[in-house]
């Protein structure tokens, strides 16, 4: 909507923060030359996207808000729950983007942030025995990349790998890509990780950034096998 638009900008320009206080409904529609309805319909848009918050009782009225990073990848999953997304589409970026963010990260994690990796390759110290823990060991390993996007500087590489890894775990859970068990997948996934922590703890960038490239070559493919099989599975049934 138009107004809604203009307002946003009219807060982007003077650089608000969240918690500012906005003008009052009165205000907005002199300043924007709007009717009450326009206003409110506008105020009503901007609040269901995050981006104003209202509040009522004594010190009340319309604050600027904040989108969080959870709210915009539901609102990302919500739009690519349409698009029929592969394993290929997900490891295109993936394969481009990872690699780069591990070579970033080198010497750069302190000793939480790598207990923190260890932590979760420690989650799945043995290949799984069944479907449900093969399940639950694709999950646990991709909260091992979702754990190097939130140490990621640059907020955006940080939020798209976040939402790759996020979006291949859903994936994963409802096309059923861990049933049957993949012996290849856990052991070259675990190898690679504790490879990486060791990179990472030492600074060797380079080795970190190949490492992180052979390892999505390595799942990308073992994955599209898993998904070929279970479409396969799919036919037969």
Do not use: C
């Not at 990780?193 to 990179?199: D, M, S, T």
């Amino acid at each position: 909507m138009r107004v809604a638009e203009a307002i946003k900008s009219w807060v982007v320009e003077r650089n608000m923060r969240r918690g500012d206080r906005l003008p009052g409904e009165a205000e907005l529609m002199a300043r924007f030359a709007m009717a009450k309805g326009t206003i409110r319909e506008a105020m009503r848009i901007l609040e269901a996207q995050g981006l104003i918050e209202t509040r009522t009782g004594p010190g009340g009225g319309s604050f600027v808000g904040e989108v969080t990073a959870d709210r915009a990848k539901a609102l990302l999953a919500n739009y690519f729950y349409f698009k029929d997304l592969s394993v290929a589409d997900i490891y295109q970026l993936r394969r481009a983007l990872e690699p780069e963010l591990a070579a970033a990260l080198a010497g750069k994690l302190d000793a939480d942030q790598i207990a923190a990796l260890e932590g979760i390759v420690a989650r799945y110290p043995r290949p799984a025995e069944s479907a449900e823990e093969e399940r639950d060991q694709h999950v646990a390993s991709l909260a091992f990349h979702r754990k190097l996007a939130e140490f990621s500087g640059n907020p955006l590489l940080g939020f798209v790998v976040d939402f790759m890894a996020s979006i291949l775990a859903d994936l994963t859970v409802y096309r059923r890509l861990y049933d049957p068990p993949n012996r290849a997948l856990y052991d070259r996934g675990r190898a690679s990780q504790l490879a990486l922590i060791a990179a990472l703890r030492e600074g060797r960038a380079e080795e970190a950034r190949a490492i992180m490239r052979g390892h999505m070559e390595g799942a990308e493919a073992l994955m599209q096998a898993q998904e070929a099989q279970v479409m396969r599975r799919f036919i037969a049934e």
